[in-house]
């Protein structure tokens, strides 16, 4: 896959995961949340400056020139603005199974700087999804509610796996799939497959998430902190 | 006389880490290098422990300051990837200054030893509290025995 399309999945997850920063359920889990947005950032930094400038890249593209998977820019939650813990670690489960899929390809192609930064965010991944696994574990296990809440958000997310799994889908099913099944989960039938968004047809939620990360760039080009 | 200082590395390496300022880069491994270039220009090679670390950019003001108060005025820093930084690359001097603090060790099975209650020679009991800490390479635990959490490094 292209540096772009995979620096693209990283920064979008990035500014979706920061939407937790102070409303997580614990101070540990917006910690922890606060960090796996961290670790995106970095990955997308890395990958974008490689393609390019990454500051031109992040902040003056417009909303089709991005090529992140759908996944990436979804709301973490039911509706924009209704953030929601057991979307969210489901969306993870999905996302770092594939980034450490993406990754680990990475890391063993020729072009030594692109394989260094597919060698370190491969650690990084799979940090991010052993979290998302133990999450989706108590979750499914835990409460009537917390089961029925977490096996919603399975289902909701499901069809955009097909876009942000393509040409990994089996290997990313093996790391799923026993996933879904420990936490007692129903792994949902595969039925409709959006996608669009590698070559920049992406939801309306993009257009958003863009225009909040993007307006002091727009307001004050090449401002710096 | 100006006496110029010419080990350049052990000058970079002695910066300490701006979030773990007890430790410096050079025992936590972030440091790979430093050479003086064709046109005279002090070359540093660092590594991130962690790519999106915060502190990479106060790393890299901090090494040229310390080396321009021994005498290098013109410092790149260049950062590479390559191999990738691990748990492994801390040196013995800063797992000892790291663990003073109160700051383990991951352990070998990935479970630290409380810090406090590691002189009883017994390991006690632990608990982890959070995978992620005050910094991206820490976790939280938490020590049955004397009941005091506590940061470990994670392993990585």
């Known amino acids: ?225 | 006389m100006t006496t110029v200082r010419t080990d350049l590395a052990d000058i970079a390496g002695a910066v300490p880490d701006p979030e773990l300022r007890v430790v410096t880069i050079g025992e936590l491994g972030i440091v790979r290098g430093a050479e003086t270039a064709e046109d005279g220009r002090v070359v540093v090679t660092i590594t991130p422990t962690y790519s999106g670390c915060p502190a990479m950019d106060a790393i890299r003001d901090d090494i040229r300051s310390a080396l321009a108060g021994a005498g290098f005025a013109d410092v790149e820093v260049r950062t590479v990837l390559s191999p990738a930084w691990s748990t492994d690359m801390i040196t013995e001097s800063g797992w000892a200054a790291l663990e003073r603090t109160g700051i383990a060790a991951p352990g070998a099975s990935g479970t630290p030893t409380c810090p406090r209650c590691a002189h009883q020679g017994q390991p006690t009991p632990v608990l982890q509290i959070s995978r992620y800490a005050s910094t991206p390479c820490q976790s939280l635990w938490s020590c049955r025995s004397c009941l005091e959490p506590f940061n470990a490094i994670k392993k990585l």
């Open chain 1, 1 to 225: 896959m292209e540096l772009l399309a995979l620096g693209d999945d990283a920064l979008i997850a990035a500014q979706r995961l920061a939407e937790w920063v102070s409303r997580a359920p614990t101070l540990e889990e917006d910690v922890a949340l606060a960090n796996i947005a961290l670790d995106q950032l970095g990955a997308a930094r890395m990958l974008l400056a490689t393609v390019g400038d990454e500051d031109e890249l992040a902040y003056r593209r417009d909303d089709h020139q991005f090529r992140n998977c759908l996944l990436a820019e979804l709301p973490l939650g039911p509706s924009r603005g209704d953030l929601d813990f057991g979307w969210t670690m489901s969306w993870l489960l999905m996302l770092s199974a594939a980034q450490l899929l993406r990754y680990t390809d990475l890391a063993a192609v020729a072009d030594e700087h692109a394989a260094g930064i597919g060698a370190k965010a491969v650690k990084e991944s799979t940090y991010h999804l052993d979290h998302a696994t133990m999450w989706m574990h108590r979750l499914g296990g835990g409460t009537e509610q917390s089961h029925r809440r977490v096996q919603e958000a399975v289902d909701a997310l499901w069809p955009y796996g097909h876009e942000l799994t393509e040409g990994v889908r089996d290997r990313w099913l093996a790391i799923v799939e026993p996933v879904l099944a420990e936490a007692g989960l129903t792994r949902p039938a595969d039925r409709w497959r959006p996608d669009g968004g590698r070559v920049g047809r992406h939801t309306e939620h993009l257009s958003y998430l863009l225009a909040e990360m993007q307006s002091l760039h727009r307001a004050h080009p090449g401002a710096q902190w």
